[in-house]
């Protein structure tokens, strides 16, 4: 018996390096040999991959051959100087949905922002089914609330074994490092609950401790540094001895692309709180948790004082990281969903 045929959009390990069990995994050619972002990076791990020329016709013939069970899709443009890039998008996935109404589109959405995103919005029309990086309520009460009909947590940044960590042997050339953006403003206080507070803990670890920044925006005295893309920010968290973090959302088991990267990358990572963390880790033991900023900073120096301890930690958040967070293992979890939830 032939399993029935899923597409998926990313990652471009899936259908390649790993293969499904319960599927037929069809990697969709829409974003051609190299996937690229918008501003010419090469995408890898990232969404928001740029379309080329003839990718959408060579979707649509496929979708008419083979009529797929699912269609598992992330935010995705095409540069024709439309508003956000997102209205030819949108009309192209309606074409899909037309030519095959019995497909199950699945949105990928991995940016929670507190409301319906333009690129969720767009797409709200075709979609049967959301995932997202949180199983907070209020988060999935969003998407229900805009009619769709299942909404279900998948992780939506994993990582390759191969490509994280593997030089984690490599000597730290700084103590701290934290991959985010600011996002404060006086003028939009609210617009992110946390950003005041990360902003104030970010400057405090800077303040205390040899710590690489990289992320848009500014911190008050501080230097950070652009955005990295690639293995290049793969590497980067092993320039330093500890990975730091803090979201700007409490939503339930929130967990960002840069959590999955820091214990990916086997050093320890110190994280504000998330809230039912503690159904999937275990405090000092895969990572490191707190409430408050005091005891933030008492956590990064106890670690540095300690390397043996923290290379411990460091090591089993790695080891359960590919457990539960590599392309592998999500690929396991999405045929399960596929399977019980969205089929």
Known sequence: MKKPVVVVSRPMQWGTKFQGKKFNLHPLTLFGIEPRLKNGKVALDSVGTVIVNDGMERALEFFRQNKPAAFLFSSMYYPDGSENQIRTVAHFVEQLKTISPSTKFIYWNGNQQGYLDYNAAAFLPCLDAVLTNTRDPADFKIFEDAGVKCVATLYQFGFDPEEHGQNRKRRPKYDCFFAGSQTYSKKNPQKYPNSKWR??????????????????????????HTYLYGQEFYDTFLKASVVIGANHWDLERYYTRRTVYALASGRPYVVREIPGMQYDFENKKHLCWFKDIPDGLDMIKWLLKHPVEAGKIGEAGRKIAVERFSWEALLGQFEDLLENTIL
Request: hydrophobic share 45%; proline share 0%.
């Open 199 to 224: 902003y104030d803990f970010i400057l405090a670890v800077a303040n205390s401790f040899r710590t690489l920044i990289h992320g848009k925006g500014t911190w008050a005295g501080v230097e950070s």
